[in-house]
């Protein structure tokens, strides 16, 4: 896939090495994450992401580390609607402060293998058949032509078919306090909030795959780039989370930004073959519309309003 197998395995080993120290060491004991906490953890995890992209500029070349961090930032910008979304499932579920980072824990997990197959399968597709990359481009800029669409539709996680599934094929428990996914009562297992949380966050993961992938696909098609923008989006979304889900709903044109910078990856994709956008432009491009984005939003708040986060 063009990277050498011992960086694959380098990668590999640190991200598992992060995710054990994350639950194992500074997360044993379950607890509310303040604002202090979830904004030093989030720092943390963008400093490894700049320093890896660090790295990666100068051991494969400044082309490969400015479509990471094109790449990184995209993933991150995207990755803001997570958030609202967490916030409803957590709603839904009544899942306490306590509890929450247990959950964003394997869920983003069970994303990082999500997230593979997406790539391995976008890459492949690309591969086999060329077209295909327009037909990726069309749906980028549906998705952003839908952002862009005002609509009062509500979300409710707790109607996900997956969810639905889960209920049918294991009792729930409703009454619940503690932090097991599945308890065993009258020698049967059952599920619990957290379990129904879990399978509603990983439903809610592919969704936004189908938007994300594809928007770092029009900026690189190297595997390792387009996987590991992924991991280290994803994997600093649980601090990010809880630093900042009662902060974004007052960025009034949040979505418009989002939106634009889906729409614009996907005319870079459709594009490509004939009018090709360099790394650079890109990325100066999306740093623009998220800067005017945050910009708009702070000169003309909304006074407190929540939009609907779908």
């Known amino acids: 896939m063009g990277t050498p197998i011992h960086v694959w395995v380098i990668f590999g080993a640190a991200i598992i090495v992060a995710l054990v120290l994350d639950l194992g060491v500074l997360h044993r004991r379950a607890h509310a994450i303040r604002l202090k906490e979830a904004l030093i953890e989030s720092a943390a995890w963008i400093s490894v992401a700049l320093f890896f992209n660090l790295w990666l500029y100068f051991a494969r070349g400044p082309l490969v580390g400015i479509e990471f961090f094109t790449a990184y930032l995209v993933e991150k910008s995207l990755s803001v609607d997570n958030i609202f979304v967490f916030l409803l499932i957590f709603q839904a579920f009544r899942i306490p402060p ?20 997406f790539v391995l399968a976008g890459i492949t597709l690309l591969q086999a058949f060329h077209p295909v990359m327009y037909i990726f481009g069309a749906i980028l800029l549906f998705t952003g032509l839908k952002m862009l669409l005002p609509r009062k539709r509500a979300l409710h996680p707790e109607n ?19 932090q097991q996914f599945l308890v065993r009562e009258s020698g049967r297992w059952k599920a619990t909030p957290l379990f129904l949380a879990l399978v509603a966050v990983e439903a809610m993961d592919i969704i936004f795959a189908v938007d994300s992938v594809p928007a770092v696909l029009a900026i690189t098609r190297d595997t390792f780039v387009v996987y590991s923008s ?13 630093a900042l889900a009662d902060i974004l709903p007052r960025f009034r044109f949040l979505h418009q930004g989002l939106a634009a ?39 003309f708040p909304r006074g407190g ?6």
Request: aromatic share 10%.
């Open 160 to 178: 996900n078919w997956m969810v639905r599934v889960a209920r049918r094929m294991i009792p729930v428990v409703h009454d619940y306090e503690g």
């Open 261 to 299: 910078i889906i729409m614009f990856v996907g005319t870079k994709m459709i594009a490509s073959d004939h009018f090709p956008i360099s790394a650079v432009t890109s990325l100066t491009a999306i740093a623009i519309i998220l800067g005017g984005t945050i910009a708009a939003s702070l000169v």
């Open 98 to 117: 306590k509890s929450q980072h247990k959950v964003l824990y394997f869920g983003i997990a069970g994303a990082l293998v999500l997230r593979a197959v």
């Open 305 to 310: 309003v929540k939009r609907d986060p779908t």
């Open 230 to 242: 992924n991991v280290f989006a994803i994997l600093g979304l649980r601090a990010l989370y809880f």
